[in-house]
């Protein structure tokens, strides 16, 4: 059995335009003399990137929310570890009580 060498020339894979009742939004195609595309203005460039760096800075401090409540969690798991081990030795006063004088 042999194999049918390559073409040279290629293929041309056509696409279809996207349908009328697609989810995306339309998008003219945006062409320069040779075929191109455009260049971006620079004012679409500033709109990325200050929604970029919004986004970059929810991000962040989403990370930031789950890192304090992983480290105050991680607190209170170990300080109810240190209050069950006390009250499960049979010791008493495991829990320092604030008393308030008037």
């Known amino acids: ?5 390559p073409s040279e ?3 041309v894979i056509p696409f279809r335009p ?3 009742g697609s989810q995306c939004a339309k998008v003219p195609p945006a ?3 040779v075929g191109l595309p455009k260049p971006r ?6 709109d990325d990137h200050c929604r970029r760096r919004l986004i970059h800075a ?17 607190y209170e ?5 240190r209050i069950q081990d006390c009250v ?15």
């Open 31 to 33: 062409t320069g003399a």
């Open 88 to 102: 499960l030795s049979g010791r008493n006063r495991c829990i320092h009580v604030a008393a308030h004088s008037n």
């Open 9 to 11: 020339t290629g293929c």
């Open 41 to 46: 203005s620079a004012r679409e460039d500033d």
């Open 58 to 74: 929810l991000g962040l401090a989403y990370c930031l929310i789950l890192a304090v409540v992983g480290v105050w969690l991680a």
């Open 18 to 20: 996207r349908q009328a």
């Open 77 to 81: 798991f170990t300080e109810m570890k």
């Open 1 to 5: 059995m042999q194999f049918a060498e």
